[in-house]
């Protein structure tokens, strides 16, 4: 008990946590586990939910606990020490894990218990898991068994590398750059740089690619030249074009493409697409590349529109002809500027990270009838924070919020699980749920607080939709309680549903307070901002069903080696209007695909933007005429959709908010893409 990992009395002990600790805590939990699925598969223990729950979910939770507290680690504060402990032990874990869901004997169990002696929650749960023991190899037999586990265990190391590769390639390019080429980089952007330089002992600035810093940068910076540096090494990180080729992942996507192949023929199926659609809503690749196609053909003259506006726009104010990949950034940003008569680097002030997240609270807080609160655990880095929420004085959930960039940190924001509600079978308590909410978002400079810019705001909001589903369920049954057991295709809808609030004016003047002054965001500044809301998104629909089409149809594609970069650009020609340069390598940092869980379900964001544009104009229909939103309404909603986790299908669900299927129609209007282009 002196291993943190081995503590499970209450939350995890991040700060007491060392590389040290790993490997003898998975050993022992391991152990646990081996030993609970040799009894619950003796032939004479009973084909019995609760009892095998008692003996065998009890262990693999700890086991499933400890790992994701390293796993977590791993991403949040890497070091060279935690990264090659877990790389160590990531094989023994992952074939645990395989030899578990492909138990023949187990899988008999689960097939002999009485559906009838079970509540709906766990009749559900079962479907899922004999349908999991499909899919995870426990029909399969002899040398095709022993090759489907030796693929799950190379597919969990590969990919691991793959993810390692971007973030070593983000965190080794960095340029230091004299104060003649930063005009038009915003102060706060120039203010960090420069300590990042003077702290590699440097004069100048330092700039890296880190979204913080190269977003600002290609957005303002007035130097096309410089900007065409930084543009180039972010699309070319981790490739054969990058001048870093010791993390190069041309060769790690052909062997996880293979391995996916190779995995869904052993398994009948054709293509790993089909495999990954067994578990989603949707019904076939063909069905989802219909839906992005027929997206795709009413978004193109929206998309067409915002392009010639552009080049318009930059030949003639900006006197700039022939634009280039790196250009279009900053040429939108100005645009932007010269129409709305404002910039994101003007409203930025106004979002203060404590009082975002009092505004994100307040909207929760009344539309959910929960009450939240700071609270007190072990960190694992001093800009992280711990909050509880409660209903009427009882613990419903917490989670742990780490907003900030830094070096060793994985890129992007995320939710995820540290513990599951659960009615747990072995003590007969509540075990509430704990969430991990991560975004890398800039520091505060100058003593004053971080500000964020507003898509950092919407980005806040998506991965709390994600955290509510997590904590606010209801479901006692661990395998369906939460975002557990949600068809992936839909597990977005709650986090998309969220960002609708941040173009409410009835919630952001609850969340705005100028850094300096204190005043809130002028409601002319959120007029100005309401109507740039859809500024290009026809281009914006196209850039995501760009990246839905190359997912989809490398995971539908059969071929023995699949050409990554001629298949992207036969989808560009089909549905994008803008064609970025030769060198550009996006897939080789497409980490959502190759290292994040949405294999052939990248579409999900369309198609769950499709269900939360519809779930949210439920909330417009009841609005009151102030814009004051149904409580009654947000109740539903709560008990319909987040409540409910994933103990039915997620359509049952969304009909028993809106008493209907979704409509397309809410989104197109939401994007502004529902009336006639001129």
Same mark, same amino acid.
């Given at each position: ?43 004479? %223990? ?46 023994? /874990?992952? !074939? ?10 187990? =899988? ?13 929650? *766990? ?33 969990? !190391? ?23 080429? $930063? ?5 706060? /952007? #120039? ?13 100048? =600035?330092?700039?890296?690619? &880190? ?7 290609? *957005? ?33 996507? *052909? ?33 989802? /590349?219909? %839906?992005?196609?027929? #997206?795709?053909?009413?978004?193109? @003259? ?21 634009? *280039? ?10 645009? &932007? ?47 992280? #924070? ?49 969430? +991990? ?14 500000? #964020? ?12 939709? +994600? ?24 597990? !977005? ?18 969340? $705005? ?8 965001? @002028?409601?002319?500044?959120?007029? &100005? ?57 996006? @897939? ?14 990248? =579409?999900?964001? &369309?198609?769950? !933007? ?5 779930? =949210? ?52 209007? +939401? ?5 006639? /282009?001129?």
């Amino acid at each position: 008990m002196n291993n943190p990992l081995l503590d499970f009395s209450g939350l995890p002990l991040f700060d007491r946590i060392t590389p040290a600790d790993v490997t003898p805590a998975i050993s022992e939990l391991l152990k646990n586990a081996d030993a609970a699925l040799a009894e619950v598969t003796r032939a004479e %223990f009973p084909a019995d939910w609760t009892r095998i729950s008692q003996v065998l979910d009890t262990a693999t939770e700890q086991l499933g606990r400890a790992w994701g507290a390293v796993s977590h680690l791993q991403a949040v504060v890497d070091t060279p020490e935690l990264r090659a402990t877990y790389n160590a032990e990531l094989p023994r /874990v992952t !074939e645990f894990w395989t030899r578990l869901g492909a138990n023949e004997a187990l =899988y008999a169990k689960y097939k002999a218990i009485n559906p009838t002696s079970l509540n709906h929650e *766990q009749q559900h749960a079962r479907e899922l898991a004999l349908r999991n023991f499909v899919l995870s190899g426990a029909e399969l037999t002899g040398a095709a068994k022993e090759r489907f586990a030796a693929i799950q265990e190379r597919q969990a !190391e590969v990919s691991q590398l793959f993810s390692e590769h971007v973030l070593d390639a983000t965190d080794a390019w960095s340029l230091i750059v004299g104060v003649e080429e $930063t005009a038009g980089i915003p102060d706060d /952007v #120039l203010h960090t740089a420069r300590t990042a330089a003077q702290a590699d002992g440097k004069d100048g =600035y330092k700039l890296t690619l &880190k979204m913080p810093c190269y977003l600002p940068v290609m *957005q303002y910076a007035h130097s096309s030249s410089l900007r065409e540096k930084l543009y180039r090494a972010y699309a070319t990180r981790a490739s054969d074009q990058s001048e870093h080729l010791q993390f190069d992942n041309s060769a790690l996507l *052909q062997e996880i493409l293979q391995l996916r192949l190779e995995e869904a023929r052993l398994l009948g199926y054709t293509n790993h697409a089909e495999v990954s659609l067994a578990s989603k809503m949707a019904e076939s690749p063909a069905l989802v /590349v219909g %839906f992005l196609r027929d #997206l795709a053909a009413r978004a193109r @003259p929206y998309a067409d529109k915002d392009l010639a506006e552009m080049r318009a726009f930059a030949a003639e104010q900006l006197q700039m002809n022939q634009p *280039q990949a790196w250009d279009w950034t900053f040429i939108g940003e100005k645009l &932007k500027e010269a129409r709305y008569a404002f910039s994101d680097q003007e409203v930025k002030p106004y979002f203060t990270a404590p009082k975002v997240l009092d505004g994100l609270f307040k909207i929760v807080e009344t539309l959910f009838e929960v009450s939240i609160s700071k609270d007190q655990a072990p960190v694992w880095h001093s800009g992280v #924070l711990f909050y509880r929420i409660e209903r009427q004085g009882e613990l419903v959930g917490q989670f742990y919020l780490d907003p900030g960039a830094r070096q060793g940190k994985r890129g992007g924001a995320w939710m995820d699980d540290v513990r599951a509600r659960w009615l747990r079978p072995d003590n007969g308590q509540l075990q509430t749920p704990v969430a +991990h909410l991560v975004c890398n978002f800039a520091e505060g400079v100058n003593g004053q607080p971080p500000l #964020l810019t507003h898509d950092d705001v919407i980005t806040l909001f998506h991965e709390c939709g +994600h955290g509510l589903h997590h904590m606010l369920t209801q479901v006692n049954e661990r395998d369906v309680s939460g975002i557990s057991g949600v068809e992936w295709d839909a597990v !977005e809808l709650p986090s998309q549903f969220m960002e609708n609030f941040c173009w409410e004016w009835s919630v952001l003047k609850h969340m $705005t307070a100028h850094v300096e002054t204190g005043k809130p965001l @002028p409601r002319e500044l959120f007029d &100005k901002m309401l109507a740039a809301k859809n500024f290009q998104s026809g281009l914006q629909t196209l850039r995501q069903i760009e990246f839905s089409l190359l997912d989809m149809c490398l995971h539908a594609d059969t071929s023995e080696r699949v050409d990554v970069m001629a298949v992207l650009q036969q989808v560009r020609d089909e549905v994008s209007v803008m064609h970025p340069p030769a060198f550009n390598r996006m @897939p080789h940092s497409f980490s959502h695909i190759f290292a994040g869980g949405y294999a052939a379900g990248y =579409y999900s964001y &369309k198609w769950a !933007e499709v269900l939360s544009a519809d779930a =949210y104009a439920a909330f417009e229909e009841t609005a009151s005429a102030d814009g004051e939103h149904s409580i009654e309404t947000g109740r539903r909603y709560r008990q319909s959709i987040l409540e409910a986790g994933g103990s039915r299908p997620a359509m049952a669900s969304f009909k028993a908010f809106r008493g209907r299927e979704p409509s397309l129609d809410a989104l197109l209007r +939401h994007q502004g893409m529902s009336s006639a /282009v001129q």
